[in-house]
């Protein structure tokens, strides 16, 4: 199998530049470690291919796909792109995310009329359907930056009052902080499945990575792989 290996060309991995941990871990620009970085190297794995990570910003993903520049993306949801993705194919939905309100207490009685007239901590290119017509209507206004971990740590410094995160960037941005200074999620705003989009084309083992993607589900190593970043 590693000689094989070594005779293809790697499958390209799609790595969005903002990503934050849990998702991807960045060091003197290289990815070191991360749910989406373990789950990378053990679909390479398990198809007989090395793997090279593609580091794209997020506003440049589907450019990037549309000419075919990365053979595999994940943590991506339809509702999140504009694009047809004709040229992909989509895998079984591996986790749902939430996303969330967040504050640095607790509020009992929040609902989002509390965001109007707030400037809400949002990371850079990302979508949030579910609070579009807030935008739209300059209710609400977005605070953009680079990643899901610098809008967390900007609401903990009390440059803003709210942010939007997910549930596993809120737990593992907790993970190591006492109860007192733990953020809090205030109300949920969207819950979406979490799929892969896998090219269609000659040169990428398709089936067999989407094939790959279901046995991982089924046998519990995604589910091991998130337990490792809890």
């Known amino acids: ?18 990503w934050a941990m849990p998702m991807m871990q960045f060091v003197d620009g290289q990815t070191t470690t991360g749910i989406l970085y373990d789950l990378y190297m053990h679909l ?9 990570l593609v580091v794209i910003p997020r506003l440049r993903a589907q450019s990037a796909r549309a000419r075919g520049e990365i053979d ?13 993705h004709h040229q992909y194919i989509w895998s079984q939905p591996l986790l749902v995310q939430h996303g969330l309100i967040v504050g640095r207490s607790a ?13 809400l901590g949002t990371v850079l290119g990302f979508n949030y359907p579910g609070l579009q017509a807030l935008f739209d209507s300059a209710q609400v206004h977005r ?15 009390g440059r803003y009052r709210y942010a939007v995160s997910n549930n596993l960037s809120l737990d593992w941005f907790n993970r190591h902080r006492s ?21 269609d084309a000659p040169d990428v083992p ?17 589910e091991a792989i998130l337990a490792r970043y809890r």
């Open 107 to 119: 509020e009992p009685d929040f609902t989002l009329e509390k965001l109007h007239g707030q400037r």
């Open 143 to 157: 605070e953009d930056v680079r990643t899901q971990t610098l809008a967390l740590e900007k609401l903990e410094a």
């Open 1 to 18: 199998v590693a000689a094989f290996a070594q005779e293809q060309r790697p499958l390209r991995f799609a790595v969005i530049e903002g």
């Open 206 to 222: 398709t089936q067999a990575l989407l094939g790959a993607l279901v046995q991982m589900t089924q046998d519990g190593e995604l």
């Open 72 to 84: 595999v993306h994940c943590y991506v949801n339809p509702s999140w792109h504009q694009d047809s």
């Open 179 to 199: 109860k007192a200074k733990q953020l809090h999620a205030l109300g949920e705003i969207s819950s979406d499945l979490i799929y892969c989009l896998v090219r």
């Open 44 to 52: 390479a794995q398990k198809v007989g291919r090395n793997a090279e």
